[in-house]
């Protein structure tokens, strides 16, 4: 059997450490908490802006809320920007620290599982920082961005928008005992049930997390490495066909070297609610392209 990593290691490899100009402090009472996630990391920059936007930021396997604000650019932009950041820490699967994309507690709005505790999370801060409801996102990387592919189907109307560093649509763990790499059934990463379910049936499974929701959908952002062997390239077609659908817009061009060289730009529609970034021999968690990642959710 190969062996899977859908580790920190890459990610901190990516960003080193940084010092930054805000706060940050630990809180465990944010409200709704059915999974018993631990105590989340809270960023706040030195000036937080008026009615500040709110994201929340998810690690892969194995790393922390800590780890992961140390290792990418994210409060660097806080500090310019004036939004409120949140690093939460998952539960541990069988020894490793990987977020539920699985069960079907956290595939169900109001479930029961790590799905619900996170929006609450991102609820609790909204009023507490006076932050602005439409303006709440989650990126992630590896389990963090399969996490966020949850998070935008089991709560559409919390999320403004979402961006998956090497995910898996929302419900591919869907039936898997544990959605780590220790798993029994790695269908999911492997690319498996991508060779069998259709644009339609992926739709389906997103629209499924939050049955009866006819509101708005959070634009997505997905990001894929070639190079890829934890989580395969062809996930980011699946994640492209699944949002296509929901968010029922098509492809219309792809753009070369951009944000940066080697990246291709797949753009959906008019570019505002869909886009994918396949990485040209880009690796497991590609990395974290901040101006990319923030204009599209309309924060630059």
Sequence with gaps: ????????QVLVAAFPLGIFAGKTTSISDWGDNPSGLPAVLVYTPDKIAE???II?????????????QSSTPLPSYADKLGFILLFPTSKSQSGMNCWDCHSAKSLKHNGGGDSQGLAAMVNWAVKKYDGDASKIFVVGGSSGAMESNVLAATYPDVFAGAASYSGVPAACWAGSPMSTPASSDLNCPLGKKEQTYTAQKWGDLARDCYPGYNGTRPK????????????????????????SNVLEVSFSKNVTNDPITNWKKIIYGNGTKLVGYEVQGGGHIPPFQGDATLKFFGLM
Excluded: E, N
């Design 56 to 68: 929340l930021g998810l690690h892969p396997c194995g790393g922390t809320g800590s780890q992961y």
């Design 1 to 8: 059997m190969r062996s899977f990593s859908f580790g920190l």
């Design 220 to 243: 997505m952002m997905i990001v894929h490495g070639t190079a890829d062997q934890a989580v395969v390239i062809s996930l980011l077609k699946a994640q492209l066909d699944q949002w």
């Design 51 to 53: 009615k500040p936007a």
